[in-house]
């Protein structure tokens, strides 16, 4: 069958650019010139406008975060053991974990409620929990470990900096490069470039998208003070193994 | 800034023939017109030779040059509209190419293009600024992921991610126009 974007890209590629070199030489020593980046004067009057705005960004992202946390305090059940306050959004000081994608379309509708679901819920809604996961030996790859390394036991006694704070442990593979990193508490993502596949949660898949050198997951996982998201970091996996992984998991 | 013309050309020789053919050809895929192609690809080289010595990164400079002319010289054509006016907004170091979403309604198309490339060309078009950023710098231009990253001003992971699902609405679209 043929692929149409690949001819339209050969198609493209045949198509000899001129020899612009002579209008180059032409327009550089006539001295036209067209203003790029900055140097037009005028730009120096935009400034205070530009700062403005910028101010107001700021207060208007300020209140929305105050008036998003006045509604998760009203909505979290503190009775409820075991969970950990709802994480609205991803930590600033995070810079080496955070995956790509989340720079797209975040998603900012994680849900605070405690209440276990028994229904179909979104994974971006469960609220996040960091627990000890474990894999039933069923679903694990060839040579990894069936139990995840705790964050403390993972990490040097003093850690780089920029490992995210909402690490829960690691998953280790057959060789030190291939390892499942397990955070609680990213952001739900919404995009369609993840796809859905089966999940340890009935009722709710999980997701997952292809990440660098890896793959990356979204799913709920049963846990007995109730369901919660967690996102993996899958490297050293094909799509098939990470898919088999995720529905092996379980928390405690 | 250096403003020595002969000096400044030479040093820009190398870059010219190192980079304009995929240049030309990226802002040919990305404007669909050789006319638009022609002059931003002319212009920016120019205004590198211009600049001397204060370009100290030649290549990243044409890249971002040339986009920011072709994206005003689609705007000039189409006529006044929001966004993508200034060539001179956005950040310094990185191709802006949401800044210029509006230039891209303009519906006209090279008639000469191969229709293959007049194809992708409209498919292109309907895709998100990044997405379309993302395939013709990586599958027109050629340039690796983190190049690509480098000259969007974002991470190689996403760069890899938008030219694949990219890739992937392109095929879908061409596949149904071709039903």
């Known amino acids: 069958m ?12 045949d198509i000899e650019p001129p020899d612009q070199w002579d209008d180059i030489r032409r327009r550089a020593t006539r001295g036209l010139i067209v203003p790029l980046d900055g140097d037009r004067p005028e730009r120096r009057f935009r400034w205070p406008t530009l700062l403005a705005a910028a101010a107001v960004l700021v207060l208007v992202v300020g209140a929305a975060a105050l008036l998003l946390r006045d509604g998760d305090d009203v909505t979290t059940n503190p009775s409820d053991p075991g969970l950990t306050p709802p994480i609205g959004g991803p930590d600033e000081s995070s810079t080496t974990t955070q995956p790509e994608a989340t720079t797209e379309q975040p998603s900012t509708t994680q849900s605070t409620t405690t209440q276990p679901s028994t229904s179909v819920v979104p994974i971006g809604q ?18 990894w470990d069936v139990t995840m390394t705790p964050r403390d036991a993972a990490l040097p006694a003093d850690p780089p900096a920029g490992v995210d704070d909402r690490l829960a442990g690691v998953f280790e593979g057959p060789t030190t490069a291939d390892n499942v990193f397990v955070f609680a508490g990213l952001p739900g993502l919404q995009d369609d470039v993840f796809e859905p596949t089966p999940g340890p949660l009935p009722g709710s898949d999980a997701l997952i998208a292809p990440w660098e050198g890896g793959w990356y997951l979204e799913l ?10 967690i996102t993996l ?16 998991l379980e928390g405690s | 800034m250096a403003t020595d013309p002969g000096l400044a050309l030479e040093r820009l020789r190398d870059a010219y023939v190192r980079t304009h053919g995929r240049l030309w050809r990226s802002v040919l895929a990305w404007s669909g017109s050789r006319d638009v192609a022609d002059e931003a690809c002319a212009e920016a080289f120019a205004q590198a030779a211009r600049r001397g010595a204060a370009v ?124």
């Open chain 2, 56 to 179: 100290r990164d030649v290549d990243a400079w044409v890249w971002r040059a040339a986009f920011r002319i072709a994206a005003g010289e689609l705007k000039r054509r189409r006529g006044p509209s929001p966004g993508a006016d200034d060539p001179d907004n956005g950040p310094a170091d990185a191709v802006d190419f949401d800044r210029v979403a509006g230039t891209l309604a303009d519906p006209s198309i090279d008639p000469d293009l191969p229709a293959a490339t007049m194809d992708l060309v409209r498919a292109l078009r309907t895709l998100s600024e990044q997405q379309r950023a993302c395939v013709v710098l990586r599958d027109v231009a050629g340039m690796t992921a983190p190049e690509t990253a480098k000259a969007l001003g974002t991470t190689t992971g996403t760069v890899r991610v938008q030219a694949m699902r990219g890739r992937r609405r392109l095929r879908e679209l061409l596949e149904d126009d071709d039903a």
């Open chain 1, 2 to 13: 043929p692929d149409r974007y690949e001819d339209g890209i050969r198609a493209l590629h």
């Open chain 1, 220 to 229: 709920g996982i049963p846990h007995p003070a109730g369901e919660c998201s």
């Open chain 1, 126 to 143: 469960l609220p996040a929990c960091p627990v000890d996961l474990r894999l039933t030996t069923s679903t694990a790859p060839a040579g």
């Open chain 1, 233 to 248: 970091q899958a490297i050293g996996m094909t799509n098939d193994e990470a898919r088999q992984f995720v529905q092996g």
